[in-house]
């Protein structure tokens, strides 16, 4: 990822922009995919940036506007494991953290690199002084996170992470095109509808588990429309290959009773929006976790990625249209989605609003920013409190030394006088 990074930064056009001195900006929103390096934009136009996180919260994000949350409770995006957990589950979160933390630390000398290469000249040309990387990353004015507690956990947050999930969906549902409209009309027993993603390509999957799964598909009274990136041979009379899907509009019809997914927050998100479940195919990163939570919350299903994966999926197909409870579930939580005061595009556009405004918005910082990490956990006081006991053996034998010696200078004394 470092090395995307470090191409994207480097890239002929994005130095154009940077070294533009006629470009000005009253915020930047940069997007946090496993790098802090996207917070050198601010310091080239001189004006607050807000962070921008396609995931559920989670530590790496929160450390730069917060303290590092507790793995005790607080997951990392790339686990399955939902708290509470047990002991060797909070050993294997803690360790996670750790061989994290670990890997940033390791980089950080190519990433200050990266970070006065790509953006020094650009500063620089502004007759400024480039500021250190370390203090550049956590002057970040807001997190806007694309997660609810609906798809989520109510995590303790700080003021200026805002969960703005599904600011993206239109009000109005675009339309499908005829071709798909008129397939979702007429499918009498509804509509499965099944995406691996943009990252997940269908089409390289294995020949055996591509053929397994039409098979399958063909077997239900169900129609199936499969984003597919390209042509397929003999499908059935119920299948039907796309080859792009308006994920949206198929959602928000009628006729769809279910969603086969990779995971993604984005798809997670839009099922619940739409009240389809779903069933699962995680692949990498947070879609382990993301199906984790909807499993738990009693809307979706979880099927490995393996050539086992038909018969697996089949099963799973028959318990969610075949039991109300998954459609009940997901209507429910649909309802604490939609149950917002404003909705998360207004909440967007007044939180950038505030932070321009503002200049900042320093009132909304967290001041454990600046709170060294042994003061956070009372490393300081706990070291004194077991000194203590230490000292004051110290002290005893020295006073029982002193008190012997006078004692025993007494004691000469008196013989001599004897």
Same mark, same amino acid.
């Given at each position: ?51 921008? =996180? $396609? #995931? +559920? %919260?989670?530590?790496?994000? &929160?450390?730069?506007?917060?303290? !590092?949350? *507790?793995? /005790? ?5 790339? =686990? $399955? #494991? +939902? %708290?509470?957990?047990?002991? &060797?589950?909070?050993?294997?979160? !803690?360790? *996670?953290? /750790? ?7 390791? #980089? ?311």
């Amino acid at each position: 990822m470092q090395y995307v990074t470090e191409s994207l930064l480097m890239h002929p056009n994005v130095q154009k922009l940077l070294l533009d001195t006629d470009q000005t900006f009253d915020a930047v929103i940069v997007e946090w995919m496993y790098s802090d390096l996207y917070s050198g934009f601010s310091t080239v136009f001189n004006c607050p940036f807000i962070w921008s =996180s $396609s #995931l +559920e %919260p989670h530590p790496m994000i &929160l450390r730069l506007i917060d303290s !590092l949350p *507790n793995p /005790a409770y607080f997951p990392d995006h790339t =686990s $399955s #494991l +939902e %708290p509470p957990y047990t002991f &060797l589950e909070r050993v294997e979160q !803690l360790w *996670n953290i /750790a061989k994290t933390l670990y890997n940033r630390w390791r #980089l950080k000398e190519k990433e200050e690199s990266i970070y006065e290469n790509a953006f020094g000249p650009a500063v620089k040309k502004r007759n400024r002084v480039l500021p250190p990387y370390n203090e550049v990353k956590y002057n970040g004015s807001l997190i806007l996170g694309n997660s609810h507690v609906s798809t989520g956990v109510a995590f303790s947050l700080p003021q200026n992470y805002k969960a703005i999930s599904g600011y993206y969906i239109p009000k109005k549902i675009p339309q499908l095109p005829d071709k798909i409209k008129n397939i979702m009309d007429k499918a009498e027993n509804g509509v499965i509808y099944f995406s691996m993603g943009t990252m997940v390509k269908s089409k390289t999957l294995p020949e055996e588990l591509k053929r397994n799964l039409v098979d399958m598909f063909g077997n239900l009274k169900q129609t199936v429309i499969w984003k597919f990136e390209e042509d397929l041979d003999g499908l059935p009379n119920n299948v039907h290959i796309v080859s792009w899907a308006p994920q949206q509009s198929i959602l928000a019809h009628p006729n769809c009773v279910l969603f086969i997914t990779h995971g993604g927050l984005l798809s997670t998100t839009e099922a619940l929006h739409y009240g389809v479940p779903i069933i699962g195919i995680p692949v990498f990163a947070d879609q382990f976790l993301n199906i984790k939570r909807a499993t738990t919350k009693g809307f979706a299903l979880e099927v490995d990625i393996n050539y086992e994966t038909p018969g697996n999926l089949k099963l799973a197909i028959d318990e969610i249209l075949n039991s109300p409870k998954y459609r009940e579930n997901i209507k429910q939580l649909s309802l604490v989605y939609h149950d917002r005061p404003v909705s998360p595009g207004a909440e967007l556009v007044h939180w950038v609003e505030h932070v321009v405004k503002t200049k900042g918005a320093l009132h909304l910082r967290s001041p454990a920013l600046h709170v060294p990490f042994y003061q956070k956990l009372y490393l300081d006081l706990f070291a004194v409190i077991l000194m203590m006991p230490l000292v004051l053996c110290i002290l005893l034998r020295y006073m029982k030394n002193k008190l012997f010696g006078v004692i025993k200078k007494k004691g000469k004394k008196t013989k001599k006088n004897q």
